[in-house]
């Protein structure tokens, strides 16, 4: 949030903004600890594993959520092409870590390289850099509606080269024997520590984007959601703010991407596919849109909602998914109807 | 002196190197390939070329619908996508299990069918409370139109649960009064605008010309109602005209009673986009629920045997959907050139501030466009089901696709539509010459960023 | 009279209408010039054009003796250039301070990544938006502020620019006396600052009142220019004003 503090760092509003600013981040706050808390008692009613598993899923849709934010609820790039990054991130792990036991199973095989999954994490982050970089400056000519379908486009083309170019992605059989973190002393093989590797990367990403967006170049980027050519009048480039912004989400959303796949040590296309591009969305809409907490809050009101309508009594198992995505659908559109900015966000569309 | 002197900005990438050599090389490229495929395997290359106009004729019925919405209130409706889904479930719905004993098997619950029974009843009170009492109620007794209203509600209502619980066989019969009904309707209104249009405004000849529209209108319906009556196999064509108007009139629905609030709130139309993307989303989900996400084959209507031209199979089917939609172009080009709604239409889309000023009943027009819009999408995927399987996210592609035909042709433009719609489905084909079918979606988009970065105005210029 | 913008018979098209058309002119170094003519003029297409903001489809545009046939928004600051929007072109859901802080901070992507708002550029902001009188109104969104103040916020946030040359696009439109006087002053006060102020407006009391030069544009080109009240006794221009 950009920043409005005086010279010794305490806000210049007057008494009663103060105050209201004041009881409306406890406000947020509040909900986030109750939320947390009624999550936690839920786990508690399950097993111990149950509520590990949570937490990870947990910290991986909020980075991806909160990552995404930066790019909608700051930037006003509606990208539905995050699942792509997601995908690369993910693969580029799988490729660079897998171990060569188990290539002999499939007619497909791939390279080996066997790296460690910290040696693999920067370069897939990397990969997506890189590709988001290409794929941006592509992008960045579009405005609004039309950069969303073609973002739309470049989800569905992700998805369909990772299931067709078998000789890299093995295609729909998947990658195995992906590696788990290795520091040598310390190996994150149970599912305890991953999750706490997953939200020691969460907190990372987490500040990393309150860096980013209480500096001026966040405020830069609201500008130019806000009026990109009038910004572009006083001397900024909004193109290259824009790819920055890009590149950055895209690479913490390939760390997702690298989590997932290190986590499952199993992946395969389908997980990469355009629908979860308009989950992440809906997540980062629904929180708020230019608030890191706001994300957060979605990510965890998502994953509550997928796992809490599992234990729903009449609604039939096979049909989880679906009701999730009416749900989602629907609410979608109630918020654009009734709350355009969102649970705590900030901004409206 | 300084003189940094600088081209003007490019409008593609490769305008920098020169106007004409891209287009010309690109054509030449072109040509070479399709040169090849030719010597290749001429009866190949025939094939390739029916396939594509058949998918190209699909796809140009959804972009000229897309279009027509887009062109007009510059917004894309992505629910557009789940009204094309919506007309091929319709037909597998109503149809489907008298070929094929499967389809409404896991529905056919008189709850459900309770359902859609109060619902048709409530869309009928709420739609008698906006035209007719709103109309009438000074003229007549208000209790009196309310309950005329209620018992419409209530027998329409009636009729369709009833008419969801038939027996198969049956179903023409509940059927005919509908459609006899309805197109009594339509022809006495169209009857009584066309004879308007040529004549001019006086009363007395007002009232003669309302009763004679009035009057063909209701020959015509009892003849299509007792046709239909009357033949067993006829239902089919019936569930087309069905479908697409189920479709049509929600999402006439969707833009008069979502779209229009969703754009008021939000400060772009992004707002509109993302409303629209989760009810896409919604819609989608609740088909899979109904009608599982396994695909699913709809009746062959006109039978599925091929005819054979010069060694490229082609079956009757697929000509009839190029003639028809073809025809239904035509149609709508006469619709915006030629008649007072085309005008009016034009000039929303040219500013909709002004067209409000001048007196332009934005939303009814509107209404209407989205009605069009949603019947053509829904044919559209009416016809995509008679030869593929359709699975509940068909629609969404078939919007994508569509939308990448009016990029291709020419955003904004009908004809561009048309143009783009056979382009892709031919660009589709004939790309898949040497690889697998499933990179078809990849071709379809690269096309599209193809054209995005070096003729981002499409063929064809806005209208 | 030096001239510091010129336009070298620039045409503007809007499909079949030309907006501007082969237009030529000078603007003064120095003093205060107004750009004035009927609805429909080219004047906001001109300024529009000299910022960037739209391209042109013929001739040149001169600044500062550089020629340039094509120019980008942010190119403006380099330039020397900077202008206010007619239609208010403020950033809707920041705060005022947001506002101008925006325009205020590095314009590298690098730079402002790292650059955080502090006391030196608290205190610049904070004294541009008193220098309009608005301070009270800084933690305001831009989209609750009076139409007034929005006014001299767009004043504000091209003060706060560090250039010689400012284009006011209607400034005075539909604002009470006193704030009239308010902008008067700061328009004023520029010039004395040795800035080139040329405005577009309609409101010939203060045209007559403030500026040193005067250029009349009627359909796409300049019908006159030149001295204020030489200039608007001549019978074409009247005639453009009340004729047809």
Not at chain 1, 33 to 41: G, R
């Amino acid at each position: 949030m950009p920043q409005t503090a005086n010279a010794d760092g305490k806000s210049t509003a007057s008494p009663s903004k103060h105050l209201k600013a004041r009881v409306r981040n406890n406000i947020e706050l509040l909900l986030i600890l109750v939320l947390a808390a009624i999550s936690l008692a839920f786990m508690a009613t399950q097993s111990f594993g149950f509520a590990v598993r949570l937490i990870q899923i947990f910290c991986i849709w909020a980075i991806l959520a909160v990552s995404l934010n930066l790019l909608i609820g700051y930037t006003g790039l509606l990208s539905m092409a995050h699942v792509g990054f997601f995908g690369i991130g993910a693969y580029s792990v799988a490729i660079l870590t897998t171990n060569p036991a188990y290539q002999s199973l499939s007619t497909d095989t791939i390279p080996i390289i066997a790296l460690p999954f910290f040696a693999a994490l920067p370069i897939g982050m990397l990969l997506a850099g890189l590709f988001a970089l290409l794929v941006g400056s592509v992008l960045s000519r579009f405005r609004d509606d039309i950069f969303v379908l073609v973002s739309f486009s470049v989800a569905i083309i992700a998805h369909n080269v990772l299931v067709n170019w078998r000789s890299v992605t093995r295609g729909p059989f998947g990658i195995h024997a992906i590696a788990r973190p290795d520091l040598g002393f310390w190996a994150a093989d149970g599912r305890v520590e991953f999750a706490i590797v997953s939200l020691i990367f969460l907190a990372l990403v987490i500040y990393v984007c309150w860096l980013i967006v209480s500096s001026s170049f966040g405020r830069v980027l609201i500008a130019i959601r806000e009026d990109e050519d009038a910004i572009q009048v006083f001397g900024y480039k909004a193109t290259l703010f824009k790819l920055a912004v890009w590149v950055i989400s895209a690479m913490m959303a390939a760390l997702a991407g690298a989590l997932v796949a290190s986590d499952q040590t199993f992946i395969d296309p389908n997980s990469f596919i355009l629908l979860e591009s308009i989950m992440m969305v809906a997540i980062v809409i629904m929180g708020g849109l230019g608030s890191i907490r706001g994300s957060v809050l979605g990510a965890m009101i998502f994953v509550l909602l997928q796992e809490g309508l599992r234990f729903v009594p009449f609604i039939p198992q096979g049909y989880v998914g679906q009701t999730r995505m009416i749900i989602f659908g629907l609410l979608l559109t109630a918020l654009m109807l009734f709350r355009p900015q969102g649970l705590i966000g900030r901004y409206k569309l | 002196m300084n003189t940094p002197y600088r081209d003007p900005q490019p409008a593609n990438i490769l305008h920098k190197f020169s106007k004409y050599p891209l287009e010309i090389v690109l054509a030449i490229a072109v040509l070479v390939y399709l040169i090849i495929i030719f010597g290749e395997s001429p009866s190949g290359f025939l094939q390739v070329v029916f396939n594509g106009v058949t998918i190209g004729s699909i796809y140009a019925l959804v972009a000229i619908g897309f279009t027509l919405v887009y062109g007009t209130v510059w917004f894309f409706d992505l629910t557009y996508g789940a009204m094309a889904a919506m007309g091929g479930y319709a037909v597998f719905y109503l149809a489907g299990s008298q070929v094929q004993n499967i389809g409404r098997g896991a529905l056919n619950s008189p709850l459900l069918n309770l359902f859609f029974g109060v619902l048709v009843a409530a869309v009928t009170f709420w739609a008698f409370r906006t035209w007719p009492y709103r109309k009438y109620r000074h003229r007549i007794n208000r209790t009196l139109l309310l309950g005329i209203g209620a018992l419409m509600a209530v027998a329409l209502g009636m009729y369709t649960t009833f008419f969801l619980g038939a027996e198969r066989s049956m179903l023409h019969i509940y059927l005919s009064p509908l459609i006899g009904v309805l197109s009594a309707l339509l022809a006495g209104l169209i009857g009584y605008r066309t004879l308007i249009a040529f004549t001019t405004g006086k009363s007395g000849t007002n009232q003669i010309l309302k009763s004679t529209g009035v009057g063909a209108g209701l020959i015509i319906g009892i003849i299509c109602g007792g046709f239909i009556f009357r033949t067993p196999g006829a239902n089919l064509y019936i569930t087309w005209v069905v479908g697409p108007l189920l479709a049509g009139f929600l999402g006439l629905g969707l833009y008069r009673w979502v779209f229009i609030y969703i754009l008021k709130g939000t400060r772009s139309n992004m707002g509109v986009l993302v409303g629209s993307l989760g009810l896409l989303l919604a819609f989608t989900a609740i088909k899979s629920v109904i009608f599982t996400p396994a695909g699913k084959t709809l009746p062959d209507t006109f039978g599925s045997s091929s005819i054979v031209i010069g060694g490229a199979y082609i079956k009757p089917f697929n000509i009839f959907v190029v003639i028809a939609v073809l025809l239904i172009f035509l149609g709508i080009i006469w619709l915006l050139k030629k008649t007072d709604f085309g005008k009016a239409v034009r000039a929303i889309s040219d500013d909709a501030e002004v067209a409000q000023v001048v007196g332009i009943n934005s939303t009814a027009i509107i209404s209407v466009v989205f009605f069009i819009a949603a019947a053509l999408a829904a044919l559209g995927g009416v016809f995509f089901g008679e030869d593929n399987a359709i699975r509940p996210t068909f629609g969404f592609i078939l919007l994508l696709k569509g939308w990448v035909a009016s990029v291709v042709g020419g955003m904004g433009n009908i004809y561009g539509a048309l143009l783009g719609g056979f382009i892709l489905g031919l660009v589709e084909n004939f790309g898949i010459w040497h690889l697998d079918a499933e990179w078809k979606n990849v071709i379809c988009f690269t096309l599209l960023v193809f054209f995005l970065l070096f003729w981002p105005t499409g063929l064809l210029p806005r209208k | 009279m030096k001239s510091i913008i010129k336009t070298e018979t620039v045409t503007k098209r809007f499909d079949a209408v030309n907006a501007l058309d082969h237009l030529t002119v000078s603007l003064p170094k120095s003093g205060m010039t107004s750009i004035v003519g009927p609805n429909g003029s080219g004047k906001s297409t001109l300024i529009n054009i000299l910022s960037g903001i739209l391209p042109f489809e013929e001739g040149l545009v001169v600044i500062d003796e550089q020629h340039f046939r094509v120019i980008l928004p942010h190119e403006n600051p380099s330039n020397g250039l900077t202008r206010t929007f007619q239609e208010v072109r403020l950033f809707e859901q920041m705060t005022a301070l947001d506002n101008i802080l925006v325009v205020l901070t590095k314009r590298g992507v690098f730079q402002s990544l790292l650059e955080r708002t502090n006391s030196e550029l608290h205190g610049k902001a904070k004294e541009l938006i008193d220098s309009v009188g608005i301070w009270h109104k800084h933690d305001s969104l831009a989209s609750d502020l009076s139409y007034g103040q929005r006014k001299l916020m767009e004043i504000a946030r091209v003060l706060a620019m560090d250039v010689k040359v400012f284009l006011f696009d209607e400034p005075f439109a539909g604002l009470f006396p006193k704030m009239l006087d308010e902008v008067k002053q700061l328009l004023i006060a520029l010039k004395e600052k040795g800035c080139t102020v040329i405005f577009v407006s309609h409101n010939m009391d203060i045209v007559r009142e403030l500026s040193d030069h005067i250029i009349v544009m009627d359909a796409g080109s300049v019908l006159a220019e030149g001295d204020v009240e030489e200039v608007l006794n001549l019978p074409e221009v009247i005639s453009a004003y009340l004729g047809t």
